[in-house]
């Protein structure tokens, strides 16, 4: 299952949809998806709703975007993730630097 | 053929068993009055009766009822043969029950011709009866294999009460069977799994499919697995039983503990409705993908959407054959239509049931009548409080062992491999993205560091993030004589699992775990770690760590 990213509200959001298993596997695939953001995109928006498990690179991924966009000053939120992975994000901390939803 | 001939003169008989003979007829039996004929009759069951009427007895008139009252249901000629030649004793011949008459002398031509005539009905009701008791016999037939199969069916796909209750649902089958299903199963995560499946067609045939579909939702329900894998699964199941031209198209769902969270996977159904308490915020939700067991596995796409509802709005699923259906113009309901005859309910403060739909569907259609399956199936958002499954009260414990040598290390989808056996045992179903977390984590660290000594500090850039993957890459290409044993051992009555790695690198000193900072792009996985297990302690040096987790979900 292929990372897939697409925009959303007049393209100011991008929404990228992470696969079943968010892993090391996907790091290529993970910068890719962000890699061509349009003038317009004011947030990024990772939805997780299929991800039935992350481990610590994906978390890493997920930072590292944070850090390679800093110029762009970008709002970032993670979304629909199942319970089992929310308690990752929670426990590493990820609200404070993304909004869960 | 068998033919009787009744007359009391036995020159009458001779003349006509000579004739009959000539004709090719030689089963011919005689009696000389009415009472031997009756007897004869029952005996010898003739197929045709030729009958005089003056005899010393009884008359042929009185012999008719008698053999009527004891011949079946079949046609049986009886021809008079007589003298009389009155109009009023012919007729008599027909009234009492007899088909046909000859007067003596008969005209043998004539009388052979009506013989035959009269046989070859006899040969065609014959045939009819045959046919029938066949028929009846393939009908019961029939009736005894679906009475087997409805068992078989009521008994496969039954849906826990407990969890049916959050849905309002109504289900209309055309015939006996239903080529629609609805199956509902708890998450042991919290919330519940459902499916609402239409197959091509409908009636037997197209039920049939429905029993691997319910078993396989069953089973992967109970693992708590992603509606994503759910689909993929019975796209898989689909695709190997059901014939090429079958399919079926689907809702799959997976409701929250707290009821507002749906993910759904759609495929060749009617769009999914979301409705809350004013008619203008009704949305239509169309399917995305292509029925199950039409793609194959490499074309599948397993995309879902999610949607969001509040306490009190409603997610309303119903099949085709619910929609489809024209009105007295001959216009289709369709998802418009259904959809406007919801808004008409809201905008009058009614509340949506499932069979109110139907009901209104039904109105709708001009044939008054379905001719495909319906349903009808309605969620009302609100929190989902569904105790766990009682197990078995003795769980039983494994343990799995793999060992890696580097030849596996290498195969890019070994971790999966690994956690797919983790996933099978016993206990783990509550906790089973958690355990896959701990166990990436713990085979990452081994072989990272472990056994291709890489150093996470070349993480802290943006660049060398990415280095580091592709320095892996390349170190994992080289590697030989290295081995990682990684051992799974559920402990179900415990409620726990133990996870121990060993991986055949240098270890580490204890000392080198310094903290990091939550902004570090790496040095987050052994705190993950600790803080999902119960217990993690190193040993032989830092080469082997050994993890404790319960399964209990709070």
Not at chain 2, 182 to 199: I, M, Q, S
Not at chain 2, 408 to 419: E, M, S, T
């Amino acid at each position: 299952m292929p990372i897939t990213s697409q925009y959303r509200q007049d393209g100011e959001v991008l929404v990228i949809k992470v696969g079943e298993k968010f892993d090391f596997s996907k790091v290529e695939e993970f910068r890719n998806a962000y890699s061509d953001l349009t003038d317009k995109t004011n947030e990024i928006a990772v939805d997780l709703s299929i991800t039935e498990y992350m481990d610590s690179s994906a978390l890493g991924m997920l930072l590292n975007m944070q850090k390679s966009l800093k110029a762009g000053n970008y709002t970032y939120s993670i979304e629909n993730a199942r319970p089992q992975v929310s308690k990752i994000l929670e426990i590493s901390r990820f609200d404070k630097k993304f909004q869960l939803r | 053929m068998k033919i009787l001939i009744v007359d009391d003169e036995p020159i009458n008989r001779i003349l006509l068993l000579n004739m009959l003979s000539a004709e090719g007829y030689d089963d011919c039996i005689e009696a000389e009055n009415g009472t031997q004929a009756i007897e004869k009759f029952k005996s010898e069951a003739p197929d045709l009766i030729l009958l005089d009427v003056v005899m010393p007895d009884m008359s042929g008139f009185d012999v008719v009822p008698q053999l009527r009252k004891h011949a079946s249901e079949q046609y049986l000629p009886i021809l008079f043969i007589t003298a009389l030649e009155d109009k009023a004793s012919l007729v008599k011949c027909l009234e009492v029950g007899g088909n046909d008459f000859a007067t003596k002398p008969f005209d043998k031509h004539i009388l052979v011709a009506k013989i035959r005539a009269h046989l070859k009905i006899r040969a065609l009701s014959l045939r009819i009866e045959q046919q029938n008791k066949a028929l009846l016999l393939f009908n019961q037939r029939v009736a005894r294999e679906h009475a087997i199969v409805e068992h078989i069916f009521s008994n496969a796909i039954v849906n826990d009460p407990q969890v049916l209750s959050y849905f309002d649902y109504y289900i209309k089958p055309a015939e006996s069977f239903n080529g629609d299903v609805f199956l509902c199963e708890k998450n042991p995560n919290g919330g519940v799994y459902f499916a609402v499946g239409d197959f091509t067609g409908h009636g037997l045939a197209s039920a049939v499919g429905a029993l691997p579909v319910t078993r396989a939702f069953q089973e992967m329900s109970q693992q708590g697995v992603t509606v994503s894998e759910i689909a993929r699964e019975l796209n898989t199941i689909l695709l190997k039983f059901l014939p090429h031209d079958m399919f079926m198209a689907a809702v799959i769902g997976e409701i929250d503990s707290t009821g507002s969270h749906i993910t759904l996977w759609q495929g060749g159904m009617p769009a999914v409705l979301t409705a809350g308490k004013m008619a203008s915020g009704l949305r239509q939700r169309p399917s995305r993908h292509m029925a199950l067991g039409i793609l194959d596995d490499e074309e599948f796409d397993t995309a879902c959407d999610t949607v969001h509802l509040s306490h009190g709005e409603q997610l309303i699923i119903v099949s085709d054959g619910l929609i489809e259906v024209f009105d007295s113009n001959n216009d289709m309901l369709m998802e418009d239509g259904i959809s406007d005859i919801i808004k008409d309910k809201l905008s009058n403060s009614e509340t949506i049931t499932a069979q109110s739909l139907y009901e209104k569907a039904l109105q709708f259609n001009v044939s008054n009548s379905f001719d495909d399956d319906v349903s009808a199936i309605i969620f009302s958002s609100k929190p989902i409080q569904l105790l766990p499954t009682v197990k078995s009260q003795f769980g039983l414990p494994s343990s799995h062992e793999v060992a890696l040598t580097a030849e596996l290390l290498k195969q890019p989808d070994i971790l999966q491999r690994v956690l797919q056996i983790a996933g099978q045992c016993e206990g783990v179903q509550s906790i089973r993205s958690v355990l896959y977390t701990v166990l990436s984590e713990l085979f990452n660290n081994a072989l990272e560091h472990g056994v291709l000594k890489l150093d996470s500090e070349m993480k802290s850039t943006t660049e060398g993030f990415h280095s580091y993957y592709e320095l892996r890459e390349a170190s994992l290409k080289e590697l030989s004589d290295a081995s990682i044993t990684i051992r799974i051992e559920s402990l179900p009555n415990e409620q726990k699992i133990q996870v121990s790695v060993l991986d055949s690198g240098d270890g580490f000193s204890l000392d080198s775990l310094e903290n990091v900072t939550n902004d570090e792009s790496f040095g987050r996985g052994l705190a993950m770690v600790h803080a999902l297990c119960e217990q993690v302690r190193f040993e032989e040096g830092g080469r082997k760590v050994i993890v404790t987790l319960s399964t209990n979900p709070r």
